[in-house]
């Protein structure tokens, strides 16, 4: 059984900094292209950044530079640091196993202005 669990969601203020985490069981973090998607109050859910097994990297525009996705293959976790946040980036955010059905119950990113 596939379970996803984000953490580390918060308040912080605009250009602060927050990094998400997302804890894997039940598949190998190392061997698939995982994503964060975001979703914002009567948004689309979006997809933000994706990391292949290969380790290379894809961002949504409006997150490039600000932005940066990673792996930790032994803690079998991928995370999302994010810098210079801005009200615009508030969201719930969700991990993904790109292309698959499986994702996270969402951690709660709230940049105050």
């Known amino acids: 059984q596939v379970q996803l669990v984000e953490s580390g969601g918060g308040l912080v203020q605009s250009g602060g900094s927050l990094r998400v985490s997302c804890a894997a069981s039940g598949i190998l973090v190392s061997i698939y292209t995982m994503a964060w998607y975001r979703q914002a109050p009567e948004k689309q859910r979006e997809l933000v950044a994706t990391?292949?097994?290969?380790?290379?990297?894809n961002y949504v525009d409006s997150v490039k530079g600000r932005f940066t996705i990673s792996r930790h293959n032994a803690k079998n976790t991928v995370y999302l640091q994010m810098n210079s946040l801005k009200p615009e980036d508030t969201a719930v955010y969700y991990c993904?196993?790109?292309?698959?059905?499986?994702w996270g119950q969402g951690t709660q990113v709230t940049v105050s202005s």
């Open positions: 993904n196993v790109y292309q698959k059905n499986y």
């Open positions: 990391v292949t097994s290969a380790g290379i990297t």
